[in-house]
């Protein structure tokens, strides 16, 4: 699970209190000590006492790259404690997993990240503490969630996403399975009812071939998608009608999508027949019946 789901349950708050200090170890309105170099995991050391109640950021190091604005993505290295004022265990890092993380610095993270991030920039560390104060009211009866210590090392900004798959058309297709391209950022249309009988192997075709970076497998994807069941014309997601590209961990996906898009360069537009072995098997999921043959038609608008 992703470091920053820690984090989620806190919502947003409206405060955050702050200090800065460009000094390797500095200690600010919560009393946490950070040392070690931007690049390594760092040395958290904490009060003694009750853990803090009130959520703070501090800036351990400025960075001197570019700067971040609300909106961004950015790529972190993490590490996350529990404060609770025994253990104060570490939750994780992302320097033992050697997998950095994206967060959107969006109202979807609470306030104090919010402004925090935008108070670094590229090569800088953040200490930023979440107490219970950042839990969105509503949720004000729930048992209060144990104060969380996060520092983030900013590496760099996610690219933004294309808009939509840019670059020629090939032509290629899979029997049985249609697709229209309308051109432009129009969504392209997917029919699957066919009485062909579709392959035991996985098939991926290049409707539109883009001029982007090759998709690796450790890299997390920003697409676009419509998904329909083999035969029946049956659709059980979409992303396009959404309105939301969707963006995740490629290794976090069904084995047909791990498989069908590393390698597929950044700009492309896809159509992929995924078999029950490399989709859901024997498990039925909500609108996918078991062992069913599942096609994608996919744009790949950002990789990282």
Known sequence: MPLILFAAACGSDDSASTGASGAPAAAGASGV????????????TFPSGTPATKSSYEVIQPGAGNGIKSGDRVIVNLTVYN????GNAVQGSSYDTKKPETIAVNEQIP???????TKVKHGGRLLAVLASDSAPQ???TAPAEATKVFVFDVVGTAPAPLKAATGKETGESIKGVKVENPGGEKPPTLSTKTKEK????????TLIQGTGAKVQPGQTLTVNYTGKIWGT???????W????PAEFPLGNVIQGWQQGLAGVPVGSRVVMSIPPALGYGDQAQQGIPAKSTLV???DVLAAY
């Open 33 to 44: 000590k950070v040392t070690g170099n931007v690049g390594g995991k760092p040395t958290v």
């Open 83 to 86: 404060w609770d004022g025994k």
């Open 111 to 117: 306030q104090v990240l919010q402004e925090g991030f």
């Open 138 to 140: 509503q949720q004000a």
């Open 198 to 205: 579709p392959s035991d192997k996985l098939v991926v075709k």
């Open 233 to 239: 014309d049956k659709q059980f997601d979409s992303s």
């Open 241 to 244: 009608e959404r309105g939301q």
């Open 296 to 298: 994608f038609v996919v």
